[in-house]
């Protein structure tokens, strides 16, 4: 069974920047796609970024220049590197697996997640 745990969250300032990782134990995490989601408090859960197996990538719109998703296979790891933060970036941030090749922002086709880190961003 596939386990994510999540960390690198905190509290920042508008404009800062912060690393979230998200460590994969418990199967080949080179057989996994993965993915970013974020939950705001009293709004739906948002798809961010996803990366497949063999590194492409995809964003929302409106962390687009903003958010890298990347992949370290041989850590386990998977890493959102966030930059110029807003305060509307605020939320819980989970990441999310799915195995298999795929590339999407929509939360119920992946099987597996973290207990998610949050990030709150003061203007």
């Known amino acids: 069974q596939v386990q994510l745990v999540e960390s690198g969250g905190g509290s920042v300032q508008a404009g800062g920047s912060l690393r979230l990782s998200c460590a994969v134990s418990?199967?080949?995490?080179?057989?996994?796609?993965m993915a970013w989601f974020r939950q705001a408090p009293g709004k739906e859960r948002e798809g961010v970024a996803a990366?497949?197996?063999?590194?492409?990538?995809i964003y929302t719109d409106s962390v687009k220049g903003r958010f890298t998703i990347s992949r370290d296979n041989a850590k386990n790891t998977l890493y959102l590197q966030i930059g110029n933060l807003k305060p509307e970036d605020t939320g819980t941030y989970y990441c999310?697996?799915?195995?298999?090749?795929?590339?999407?922002?929509?939360?119920?086709?992946?099987?597996?997640w973290g207990q998610g880190t949050q990030v709150t961003v003061s203007s």
């Open positions: 999310a697996a799915r195995l298999g090749i795929w590339l999407d922002l929509r939360g119920a086709l992946y099987t597996h």
């Open positions: 418990g199967d080949t995490y080179s057989s996994y796609s």
């Open positions: 990366i497949e197996r063999y590194g492409t990538t």
